[in-house]
Every structure is written in structure tokens, then in C-alpha cells.
């Protein structure tokens, strides 16, 4: 099975601008949760959908937003970009996101933000 | 707010045992503990994870405290590709059926020849 796949690897934006991000889940997978991920925070949540339902956000303002599709891949978008946003972004996906189950992750976006 | 503590950093002889140890006090009795470990800038890779027996796979074991309040992670033969930061966490669950990890700092794991 194909691993999580995130694109792009890398991204360069100026503050302001508005970006999205995309992750293809494994094969039959139907969770998808995102992370951020910098230096001084280490990793945090930001959203988890299931079945293209959010089911919880974390505490991030509304600028971060994401959605999923019926094929159970999703999308994240940054509006607004302010530089404290340049993080790695990590998508994660599981069968059913339940608690005796293991989370994959993607290799994440660098997202750089000048 | 994290649900763990591990020490920043840990160093190990090419070969030997790696014990990397995580206190969990708080721990709820239905949260699983994980452990996740990074290679620089890559998505962290799942090692193992346990409710309250001892645990092992082809990669690691999982010991875990009878009183849930500590585990130990063992990497049996450690290589230099085991050089990570390795995360200690603790799979909490929230309202409805979302079960989200709570990421600590991790511990820096340098192996040496």
C-alpha cells in the first residue's frame, strides 16, 4: 500500500497570501488529522475529519481551515499567511481515527512564509 | 498541555539496549500510550503502543508500569539509524469519538559508534 502522501514537499509564501496544502490518505483510510509542527511549539493539532466531517479543531484562529472529500483526501488552507505560521505541516490518516489505532503521518509541507 | 515527561536528550553505544524512559502520571485509564519517533524534518514514524500489558513488535518493547504511571520504551540493539527524537504520548480522548495525541518534547536519542 501506498503510504500518506503530502504535497507540496516545500512552499515559499510572503504574509498575506493565502496557501493550500493536500494529503492523500493510505488506501481505506477514513481519518485524516493535521499538525503543525515549529520549533519553539513543538507538534500541535489543528483539525481531524472523518467521513468529510471536522469532528475536532484545536486552538488554532480561523484562518486555518481544511475539508475533506468523498475519496477521504483533504485539504488545509492558510489564509491570510503571517510569518509565525512557517511550521512543518504534518497530515496523519487512520482507519477510524478510534484510540487502539495507530496514526501514519506524511513526510509534511515545509511552509515558509517571508 | 502535554501528559508527559521524558529527558531532552539520551545517548546509547552502538549495539547495546537504548531504554528510553516517560512518566505519564495523569493518565486516564482508558488513554493508550504511544511512542513516535522523528528523523529530522520527516513525518514521525509509528514504533508501538500499550494500554497497560507489556508490548512488543519487530522494532521496540513497550514496558509498561503496573500503576500506568511510567513506561519504558526499548530499542533491544540500537544502530545509528535509530538516532531520532523519540515522543512519548499519551492518546486522549475528547468529546464524541476523537481521539487526538498530546505531543511532549520528545527525547533526542544520539547513537554511537
Known amino acids: 500500500k501506498a503510504g500518506v502522501t503530502q ?108 | 498541555d502535554a501528559k508527559t515527561t521524558q529527558p531532552p536528550s539520551m545517548d546509547c553505544a552502538e549495539g547495546r539496549a537504548a531504554n528510553l524512559p516517560c512518566n505519564h502520571s495523569t493518565i486516564s485509564g482508558n488513554e493508550y500510550v504511544y511512542w513516535y519517533r522523528q528523523i529530522h524534518s520527516q513525518g514521525p514514524q509509528y514504533i508501538i503502543h500499550g494500554l497497560k500489558n507489556n508490548e512488543t513488535n519487530e522494532m521496540a518493547s513497550l514496558i509498561i508500569t503496573e500503576d500506568r504511571k511510567s513506561s519504558t520504551l526499548i530499542l533491544p540493539h540500537a544502530t545509528l539509524r535509530d538516532t531520532a527524537v523519540y515522543y512519548c504520548i499519551v492518546r486522549v480522548a475528547f468529546e464524541d469519538s476523537n481521539y487526538q495525541l498530546i505531543w511532549g518534547a520528545g527525547t533526542k536519542l544520539i547513537i554511537k559508534p
Open chain 1, 7 to 114: 504535497t507540496p514537499r516545500y512552499l515559499i509564501k510572503t504574509r498575506g497570501q493565502q496557501v493550500t496544502l493536500s494529503c492523500s490518505p493510505i488506501s481505506g483510510h477514513r481519518s485524516v488529522s493535521w499538525y503543525q509542527q515549529t520549533p519553539g511549539q513543538g507538534l500541535q493539532f489543528l483539525f481531524e475529519y472523518f467521513s468529510e466531517t471536522q469532528r475536532n479543531k484545536g486552538n488554532f484562529p480561523g484562518r486555518f481551515s481544511g475539508r475533506q472529500f468523498s475519496n477521504s483526501r483533504s485539504e488545509m488552507n492558510v489564509s491570510t499567511l503571517e510569518l509565525g505560521d512557517s511550521a512543518l505541516y504534518l497530515c496523519a490518516s487512520s482507519t477510524e481515527g478510534s484510540l487502539n489505532e495507530k496514526l501514519f503521518f506524511g513526510s509534511g509541507t515545509q511552509l515558509s512564509v517571508l
